[in-house]
């Protein structure tokens, strides 16, 4: 598509229960950024792909959260037994080429964890 | 994590009046972004800046990337009340290989009609 797609816009969850957000790229483009932003409007890199590869995974949490970008499919962001502090919007970006063009960004995915 | 220093952190003008906000680092940058994001949704480019001392313009907006390489500046000119939003900006380090984007906390602008 033209667009970044994030499904769901809002996802609920009770604390530990597990979370799966999900975001399709801009059709040909190759590289795809997760990032969250929390409040103060922080926004906080976790993982890139180039294609299904993990390209920089320096900003994910070592527990609890992976992701995952397979042919043909959405990519997905996973958090398992998720905690208070993992409430915020998850935003997905995509960029062309090399992966230095700019990112274009989805609606994000607002998680609330009660 | 490394932030950018963006200022201001809020505007509040009347419509018509030109508005200037800048981000600023103590490292070196490849690459300054500006972005507006509007409630409930993601973040949507404006202007990108790829070379030290780069004007470039959308409409009556205009962003420099500064010539030490550690700082931006976006200006708006005659201001609509449709500019309200918070702007950004973004910035890829000059080191290794990394895509990834250092964030401004954002200048949140408000315009009286």
């Known amino acids: 598509g033209e667009e970044v797609a994030q499904t769901p816009k809002h996802l609920v969850r009770g604390e530990g229960q597990k979370a799966k957000l999900y975001c399709a790229p801009i059709k040909g483009h190759s590289y795809v950024f997760w990032y969250q932003q929390v409040l103060k409007n922080e926004f906080k890199f976790l993982i890139s792909f180039q294609n299904e590869n993990v390209f920089d995974e320096t900003g994910m949490p070592k527990e609890r959260f992976s992701a995952k970008c397979l042919p043909n499919s959405p990519c997905s962001l996973e958090i398992q037994a998720t905690k208070l502090e993992d409430s915020a919007v998850y935003f997905c970006?995509?960029?062309?080429?090399?992966?230095?063009?700019?990112?274009?960004f989805g609606d994000g995915t607002r998680l609330s964890i009660l | 994590g490394q932030q950018l220093n963006q200022s201001p952190q809020s505007m509040f003008i009347q419509e018509g009046e030109d508005v200037s906000m800048n981000c600023t680092s103590s490292?070196?940058?490849?690459?300054w972004l500006w972005y507006k994001q509007d409630p409930g949704e993601g973040p949507v480019l404006l202007i990108a800046?790829?070379?030290a001392g780069e004007l470039t313009s959308n409409g009556r907006l205009t962003a420099q990337f500064g010539i030490t390489r550690k700082d931006s500046f976006l200006n708006i000119s005659a201001s609509i009340p449709s500019d309200v939003g918070i702007y950004f900006c973004a910035g890829r380090l000059n080191a290794g290989n990394n895509r990834k984007l250092i964030w401004g906390l954002g200048t949140s602008l408000a315009v009286n009609p």
């Open positions: 490292s070196i940058f490849n690459t």
């Open positions: 970006a995509s960029s062309q080429g090399t992966g230095w063009q700019p990112q274009h």
């Open positions: 800046l790829y070379k």
